[in-house]
């Protein structure tokens, strides 16, 4: 295998979203946006639609045409991003119901799919989409009558257990929401493992279901072995790749791997992060190249096969943590190059 394997647990993918559907009364929904995190929609929306999946939720109208395409009849599909002007096709064609966000959104709607399911999103406090408490008040009446079929909203701060804008958000939905006859959700991860008083009717999972370390207990889902290619000695003063960005200060053992910048690997974990060759950590050294990695395999005392850089040792929260960024984005990097393996589901 010339090329990096990146395996992907959907048995561990679909306990950890019965694990978080188990945290209370609520539906658990699964949001799968973004390729569900650059796992691939269509193998994990199908292993999650046979764990008991009923409501899925993606970005845009054109990533809920792939799921259907792979999920058949049945699911529920909702597109977060509402009824964008030239979707209408789409959404009718593929039974796909929009979470409208706005006026606009709403009159698009009604004119050119009257009768067609919708969703509404409301803002409360994020300012990011959804409609704010002026705007709800002005269009409430009009979308009441038309029988939404889910009211959502969206938290800010839910892994920071601490937050007020929690508890502001939360009494905000509940005053926008009083007394209506609608299905109602607001918790995404965060929110779940936050308090039960967030998960409404339909909870909202995704990095929990993914392995990130907001749902503490979850099972690591990917794991990214990458070939090594070539082994050889350094001696000190010598340096490794471009830049001379790393040099030897010992006599040195450099094992050069199969994967790059070019495969999402971010290029701002070289000198910053390691890789695993079974139990030893090998610190990555100098500039990670479009194709190839160095690592320093020194206090290994062997060559290996091949080394992991996701994996029971180091998960996408501890890479992320190195990048200077989440574990959602090491996930939504991934490349197409890999090998892609999965198991389960
Ligand atoms: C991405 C997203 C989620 C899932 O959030 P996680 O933090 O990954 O659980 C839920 N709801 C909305 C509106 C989202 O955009």
Redesign the pocket.
Known sequence: MSTATLTIDLSALTANWSALAAMGRAEAGA?V??DA?GLGAARVGRALAKAGARTF?V?VTEEGVALRQALGDGPVIYI?SGHMAGDADMLSDMDLTP?LNSLDQMIRHLEALPGHPFGL?LDTGMNR?GMEPSEWAAVRDIALAQGPQII?S?LAC??DRDEAMNTDQLSLFRQMTAGLDCPL?L??????VLDRAYHFDVT???????G?R??PQAQPVVTLDMPVIQCRDVAPGEAVGYSRAWIAERPSRIATLSAGYADGILRCLGNRAAVWAEDTPCPIVGRISMDLIGVDITDLGHDPKSVALLGPHQGIDVVGDAAGTIG?EILTSLGARYTRRYLGG
Do not use: D, W
Not at 187 to 192: D, P, Q, R
Not at 204 to 210: L, N, Q, S, V
């Open positions: 949001v946006k973004a995190y939720f970005a977060l979470i999103q989409l959502i969206h839910a892994e959700s918790a995404n991860t965060g929110g779940i909202r999972p995704g990095i929990g279901m993914y990130g907001t749902f959602y």
